[in-house]
């Protein structure tokens, strides 16, 4: 049964931008350094949804967030850039249709993330389904 929930939407849309990012990023950085295309892209990302958030009026003073969430936010970013150049690098090297399922293997990685750090209880039938995601990934891996 699928999702009723407003989040399946919004996961849908992630996986589908996701794929047009590898595409798109594959064909991109032909002749470009990888990590000058990834900051060309974040400098992108940061203009658009800096008029996305003005425009849609949820644009609030970021001072009053507590440091507990800015450090969070911070970590997050981090972590953001990090993987962004890591998958930059990966499609420079390799093929979109290889790197992109391997990138998928962070399925598998928040869930166990979010078992430890976060007390989530996927059911069983959720770990199969995440365990299958990992073992997709490994069978795209062999030669």
Request: aromatic share 14%.
């Amino acid at each position: 049964m699928m999702a009723s929930s407003g989040w399946f939407v919004w996961a849908l849309g992630s996986a589908v931008f996701a794929a047009l990012t590898a595409i798109f990023a594959k064909i991109g950085i032909a002749g470009v350094d990888s990590d000058l295309a990834t900051l060309i892209r974040t400098v992108v990302i940061l203009f658009v949804l800096a008029a996305f958030v003005v425009f849609t009026g949820k644009w609030s003073d970021p001072f009053q967030l507590s440091g507990r969430t800015w450090l969070f936010l911070v970590l997050s970013a981090l972590a953001t850039g990090a993987s962004w150049v890591c998958y930059f690098r990966a499609l420079k090297i390799g093929e979109a249709s290889q790197v992109a399922p391997v990138d998928k293997l962070s399925v598998l990685l928040v869930t166990v993330f979010a078992f430890t750090f976060l007390g989530e209880r996927p059911t069983l039938r959720e770990w199969a389904g995440i365990l299958l995601v990992g073992l997709g990934v490994f069978v795209l891996a062999l030669k």
